[in-house]
């Protein structure tokens, strides 16, 4: 079913859309969590740092990937919000061209440069092999991520969040059956992580493309909706390649501190992946609030209600604030417990890297659930630059220090390379945002 956010308690709105979001996006976690804790039990650390030291080059072509489709779908949700039937038709239609046509060149990218990457990253010799053979596997199969997040992406749009939650969480548990019988049973190792990752996320993709068809009579397209006037590609791509860009910026400077932290060695890289898989998901309540309020103010930017933006921000902020305090304390009280599950036996030397990363993250995290809620609302509304530049802040943040404060203060340094990129993208969104409702306000007359 379709969601129409433009009225109704924003609040009420906010939990009920956001809390299958945040169910789904939990379990697309599973898909790289499972892979490094099955390699990490049944491989070994070596392994699990091979597949670890790849994630970086993953969130850096798939996050341009899921960059694009999140800005392909804002545009959908703006004409929905207007009731334009027509105009989501030419939205969807376009949106899937752009999709297919900018997938098949980063995966073509991606295959020609990845060696070039992984010895750019000085990744260790007794983990290049295995790494190169995962994400190349990965990479190949970049089209079942794109066209999974281009699905769910245009049904959020129409607010419906529940329906890639259900197809998520049945190929999250084809992904874990995957993962142990070609790993435990067959011996692929990582290269049987990755088909398994493949196989799934297509399987959602397939389910994601069946039910949108058939369910929506809005998003069943002929062939002449696909005869679409150039300034809905203009639009899209307005939108989209800055978030992508977005996306990309943030993990070159993930790849930056990944290239630090490989000098440490097999075991830093193994605490820091299990470290990092951890705050991958005690983030996702801020990754869900972030893409419901960019769906949010895209249908009341489409209807013109500029006031309920506004009033919804209030409420979201409040909520950020909240669940970035609970996000902190578990890193801090229970992240250790978390670390278990990635390796059997972790020594005191892997427990106390690791919990130098939940230390320091979680004490900067109201920061970086603002990222999420402003970055998104502002690209709700149709504000693209400053949110790439926020991006680009961050990079230079997280660059400057990781390569600086390692020399001084050793790990601690790589520590404190994401909260100081965090703050610097946060600040910039946060004054954005208020200048640009000041101006709305001054406009409408809105108090």
Not at 405 to 430: E, H, Q, Y
Request: glycine share 8%.
């Amino acid at each position: 079913m379709t969601n129409d956010m433009t009225k109704g308690s924003p609040l009420k709105i906010f939990i009920f859309f956001s809390i299958p979001l945040l169910i789904g996006n939990v379990f697309q976690q599973l898909y790289s969590m499972v892979d490094t804790i099955i390699v990490g039990r049944f491989v070994g650390v070596d392994a699990l740092a091979a597949v670890g030291s790849t994630g970086s080059m993953f969130f850096l072509v798939n996050g341009m990937i899921l960059g694009l489709t999140s800005g392909f779908g804002v545009l959908v949700s703006q004409k929905f919000g207007a009731k334009d039937e027509v105009g989501v038709k030419k939205a969807v239609a376009s949106n899937i061209t752009l999709t297919l046509i900018s997938t098949f060149f980063m995966t073509a990218i991606a295959l020609i440069v990845k060696n070039s990457l992984l010895r750019m990253m000085n990744t260790p010799e007794n983990i290049f092999d295995n790494a190169n053979t995962y994400i190349t596997i990965i990479f190949a199969g970049l089209i079942t991520q794109a066209l999974y997040n281009m699905a769910a992406g245009i049904l959020r749009a129409l607010g419906d969040s529940k329906t890639p939650l259900y197809f998520l969480m049945i190929s999250s548990i084809l992904n874990v059956i995957l993962d142990l019988v070609f790993i435990i049973n067959f011996k692929m190792g990582v290269s049987g992580a990755a088909h398994a990752t493949n196989i799934a996320q297509g399987f959602s993709a397939v389910l994601c493309l069946i039910y949108s068809y058939k369910k929506f009579q809005v998003l069943r397209l002929k062939k002449e909706d696909f005869k679409v006037e150039s300034h809905y590609y203009t639009k899209h791509l307005k939108i989209g390649i800055p978030m992508g860009l977005q996306f990309s910026v943030t993990a070159v400077g993930i790849i930056i501190v990944q290239s630090a932290i490989n000098v440490f060695g097999s075991i830093v890289i193994a605490s820091y992946t299990a470290s990092s898989k951890v705050l991958q998901l005690v983030m996702q309540p801020s990754i869900s609030f972030g893409v419901t309020i960019a769906t949010y103010a895209g249908q009341n930017l489409g209807a013109g209600r500029f006031d309920r933006i506004k009033n919804g921000m209030k409420i979201m902020n409040k909520v950020s604030i909240v669940t970035s305090l609970i996000a902190g304390a578990v890193l801090i009280f229970l992240g250790k417990y978390f670390v278990t599950l990635f390796m059997e036996n972790p020594t005191p030397e892997i427990f106390s890297y690791a919990q130098q990363v939940f230390n320091y993250s979680a004490v900067f995290f109201i920061p970086l659930g603002f990222i999420f809620v402003y970055r998104n609302v502002l690209q709700g509304m149709g504000e693209s630059f400053v949110p790439m530049m926020a991006g680009v802040y961050e990079l230079v943040a997280r660059s400057i220090v990781a390569f600086t404060l390692p020399k001084f203060i050793g790990f601690t340094g790589i520590c404190l390379s994401d909260p100081v990129a965090w703050i610097a993208a946060a600040v910039p969104l946060i004054i954005t945002y208020y200048r640009k409702m000041k101006k709305i306000e001054n406009k409408e007359g809105i108090a």
